[in-house]
């Protein structure tokens, strides 16, 4: 019977480190990432999780180590013009414009990628936006805008999802539509990085949990207490 090789993964993390105003803010992380994979990272404030999902948007550069996509690095030129186009971000900036009704918010996006804006109501529906559609974005609550980020990330389908905080500011309903978005795109060989602090069910995920950086001072509540 003929050895088969394991497939490559879809990205690699190679003993990754990144350094800070001259300080390791992430030391050797290492992880293979398939299609259809989650990666949740969980740490203390300040451990990291933001700095590695720059990384693996290519904004910041690795100080050692490499992030391979089809065994490439990101960072190459060539490679990260590619690359980038697979990305989806999310994160506390919300880059709503205020302006706008909530359903140009999304089209917006989706024209820009050269598409017909026909996926955006249908994504704002399924996000419980879908009355609110016509009405400036600038009347939604925090929730509410949290959902139209999500339904953004529908209406832009790309493959690879970097989600920084993505629960924040949602009730349990929008945490469950949040769950059921990620499991969907997984299903369709998605790829999912979430940093959190909040609990998020997905299954099999993989989990890595930064390291805190500082011993820990006590603090005013420590001594209340
Ligand atoms: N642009 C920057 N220049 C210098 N240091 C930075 C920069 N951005 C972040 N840092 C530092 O890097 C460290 C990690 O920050 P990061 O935002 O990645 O943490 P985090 O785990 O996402 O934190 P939180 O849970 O609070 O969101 C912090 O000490 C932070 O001060």
């Known amino acids: 019977m003929p050895i088969r090789k394991p497939p490559f993964p879809r990205i690699l993390v190679n003993n990754v480190s990144c350094m800070r105003n001259a300080q390791t803010v992430i030391r050797n992380i290492n992880a293979s990432v398939h299609d259809g994979s989650a990666l949740v990272l969980?740490?203390?404030?300040?451990s990291g999780k933001t700095t590695f999902l720059r990384m693996l948007a290519g904004f910041s550069r690795p100080s050692a180590g490499e992030i391979l996509w089809n065994g490439h690095d990101i960072t190459s030129a060539g490679v990260?013009?590619?690359?980038?186009?697979?990305?989806?971000?999310?994160?506390?900036?919300d880059a709503i414009k205020d302006k706008l009704t909530v359903l140009e918010n999304v089209q917006w996006f989706e024209l820009l990628e050269g598409k017909d804006g026909k996926k955006s109501l249908p994504a704002i529906e399924l996000m419980g936006l879908g009355r609110l559609a016509n009405d400036k974005a600038r009347m939604l609550s925090m929730?509410?805008?949290?959902?139209?980020?999500l339904a953004r990330?529908?209406?832009?389908?790309?493959?690879?999802?970097?989600?920084?905080?993505?629960?924040v500011a949602l009730d349990a309903e929008g945490?469950?539509?949040?769950?059921?978005?990620?499991?969907e795109h997984r299903k369709k060989g998605g790829i999912v990085f979430v940093a959190t602090h909040l609990p998020i069910e997905i299954e099999d995920a993989m989990n890595l949990r930064l390291p805190q950086?500082?011993?820990?001072?006590?603090?005013?509540?420590d001594l209340v207490h």
């Open 213 to 221: 950086r500082f011993p820990r001072r006590k603090t005013f509540v």
């Open 143 to 149: 929730g509410q805008r949290k959902r139209l980020q």
């Open 153 to 167: 990330l529908l209406a832009i389908d790309r493959p690879i999802w970097l989600l920084d905080e993505p629960s």
């Open 175 to 183: 945490v469950h539509l949040l769950e059921y978005i990620i499991a």
């Open 42 to 46: 969980t740490g203390s404030n300040g």
């Open 80 to 93: 990260f013009q590619q690359y980038k186009l697979q990305l989806n971000w999310l994160s506390l900036k």
